[in-house]
């Protein structure tokens, strides 16, 4: 269990939780030496939860085990001792001469059977494999280092990506088709496209807000001034603007291009 | 003549020579009684529990001769009830009677009644009165004889085999179930095999009878109802036992009345008699669900809708033992068609749906 979760926290750089968690933030990047060793508090943290989960699911699986009854396994293993080794277990306070007897012939009978017979081999064999393979992979990816570009930070991320758990697609605006209807206007499309916010009877309006112009849906009447409280940012000049591809030293013919492009829009 | 152990009077000579000895006797009654190896092991296992024994069986079976020759291998005393409905409890009893001794003087003497053996043939006890039965049921409950002030202890062991005939029921009087209770095990028998009944007539047509040489005497069957109850059972089975007996008072579709805590005591002695007849110092399973049938076929009670669609009480004691995991084998089932079939075909319950 150790080796399995040591593997899954290393390739999803779990130990990256600790700068997340406030109070484990300022320790991070620390070292500590442990058995002659360095090691990061991130590590030395994710090795102890890593243990800790081990231990308690191994417990938990433990308790939740449904016991074996090993006096069965041994009268399924050896026919010869079928009912009698149960009888003589049951009976072994009482003192007369036939559970004597049938004790002192349980007892010889007994004596091939080995502690080995009450393994299930077969359970046996895939506990080793399963071993095997997780302190393999446990082993390579801390000799390599290998791990997956995901973080905990990505873990939001990660989660909305799951189908069936994000809402993007939900369609979270939509008016109702029998308003439109009623007015005789056709019913508009989706929300996304044209929306329209003032119906007059008997007048075809057009009157369509693009998705995102923030301001919702207000009829303006005379006399009703909007309060500006926005200063009016000055003027810039065109040529002045950095670009994310900004190049100090133009080919040559490009810059008459630039220039002759904004004194047209200027003119416009 | 007998089996005798008592020299060394040690009960654990009794217990090494327990198969030796069970096997020479089942041999000896074979020699007089041909076939019915079910009945005999099954009476010699209530002989062994110290209880007692109802037989239903059409008449001419061997259901005397049977009996009569278990008590001559037991060296037992035998004695024979003809149950009939004139029959009086002081006949079953004894009596006082008035003794005129020498001298003139006159004295009251006890003379005990046919109750007053080892082993007692009940013959068709259905015929006797209610208050006769009566009498019958504290010799076999209390092994004890009260007879106006005085109270006569019965010599041990005390046995009744009591007999049924299923056909003639008209001027009966069915046993109670309070009564059928006391019985430990309730045997049905059959007619014999073509061959058995070949083998009957080859021995019971000659001049001379078979006989029986030689037997078990009192102390070593003493002995052997000792061992008896000292055989061993798992608590596994005694819950297997418990199971079955309360399964009779829980299953009501088909069972009306199921059998009381008696029944599981019986059906626990009956397996450790079993157990040691067949010679192992253990109880198993087999014997637990084959000694099911003659210990409960008489205690339940089947509901009216079951007895109308022909349900017996051992194929629902069949179904019970499905229901509680029982692995069969081959001779359970040979024995349990042998069971089935006369309790299909023959006998009908007592007192309904005629």
């Known amino acids: ?268 | 003549m007998y089996e005798n152990n008592s020299e060394a009077g040690h009960i654990s000579i009794t217990y090494e020579n327990a198969g030796r000895i069970f096997g020479s006797f089942f041999e000896e009654i074979g020699r007089v009684v041909v076939g019915q190896k079910n009945a005999v092991e099954n009476i010699v296992i209530s002989i062994l529990c110290g209880s007692h024994v109802l037989v239903e069986s059409n008449p001419g079976l061997g259901k005397t001769l049977m009996i009569s020759t278990i008590s001559k291998a037991l060296n037992l005393k035998f004695s024979r009830i003809q149950c009939t409905p004139d029959l009086m409890p002081a006949d079953i009893t004894g009596t006082t009677i008035i003794e005129e001794r020498e001298g003139g003087t006159k004295e009251f003497r006890f003379e005990a009644g046919p109750v007053f053996a080892n082993i007692v043939l009940a013959d068709e006890i259905n015929r006797a009165s209610p208050k006769t039965q009566s009498a019958l049921l504290e010799a076999m409950q209390e092994k004890q004889v009260t007879v106006g002030n005085e109270t006569y202890s019965l010599d041990k062991p005390f046995f009744i085999l009591a007999t049924q005939n299923p056909i003639e029921m008209e001027g009966t009087y069915p046993l109670p179930e309070a009564q059928l209770d006391r019985f430990l095990l309730k045997i049905l028998l059959d007619y014999p095999s073509f061959e058995e009944e070949k083998e009957i007539i080859n021995r019971y047509t000659k001049s001379e009878f078979p006989k029986i040489t030689r037997g078990i005497d009192k102390p070593t069957l003493l002995e052997l109802q000792a061992l008896t109850r000292q055989v061993p059972i798992s608590e596994e089975l005694k819950e297997r036992a418990l199971n079955i007996v309360s399964l009779t008072r829980k299953d009501k579709e088909n069972i009306e009345y199921g059998a009381s805590p008696r029944a599981s005591i019986g059906l626990i002695l009956a397996a450790k008699a079993r157990a040691l007849i067949e010679g192992r110092n253990f109880v198993s399973q087999e014997d637990i669900d084959t000694m099911a049938y003659p210990v409960l076929r008489h205690r339940i009670i089947l509901t009216f809708e079951a007895e109308r669609s022909g349900l017996t009480p051992d194929e629902a004691i069949t179904q019970l033992l499905k229901k509680t995991g029982r692995k069969e084998n081959r001779e359970e089932k040979a024995s349990e068609n042998e069971q089935e079939e006369p309790a299909k075909k023959k006998f009908k319950f007592p007192g309904i749906g005629k």
Do not use: C, W
């Open chain 1, 1 to 268: 269990m150790f080796f399995t979760l040591y593997m899954i926290f290393a390739l999803f750089n779990m130990q990256d939780i600790f700068s997340i968690i406030d109070f484990f933030e300022p320790y991070t990047g620390s070292k500590y030496s442990f058995l002659g060793a360095e090691l990061l508090f991130e590590t030395l943290g994710i090795i102890l939860v890593e243990l800790g989960l081990a231990l308690a699911i191994t417990a938990f699986r433990y308790t939740r085990k449904e016991k074996k009854d090993a006096i069965k396994i041994i009268e399924e293993k050896f026919p010869t001792l079928n009912e009698r080794l149960r009888t003589a277990y049951d009976n072994r306070a009482v003192d007369n001469i036939i559970v004597k007897d049938l004790l002192n012939k349980v007892t010889l009978d007994i004596k091939p059977v080995t502690s080995s017979a009450l393994l299930d081999r077969r359970l046996l064999i895939i506990g080793i494999g399963a071993l095997f393979l997780t302190a393999s992979g446990s082993t390579y990816i801390a000799i390599t280092g290998y791990h997956t570009d995901m973080t905990p930070k990505n873990l939001p991320e990660a989660i909305e990506n799951i189908p069936f758990i994000s809402d993007k697609d939900s369609g979270l605006l939509t008016l109702e088709e029998s308003e439109a209807g009623k007015n005789g206007e056709e019913a508009s499309g989706s929300s996304l496209e044209k929306i329209t916010v003032i119906t007059i009877e008997g007048t075809e309006v057009e009157l369509k807000i693009p998705p995102g112009a923030g301001q919702g849906i207000t009829i303006k009447e005379e006399g009703d001034e909007r309060e500006n409280t926005f200063g009016q940012s000055a003027a810039y000049d065109p040529e002045a603007i950095a670009s994310q591809a900004y190049y100090e030293n133009l080919p040559e013919g490009y810059r008459n291009i630039i220039q002759n492009y904004f004194e047209e829009l200027a003119k416009e």
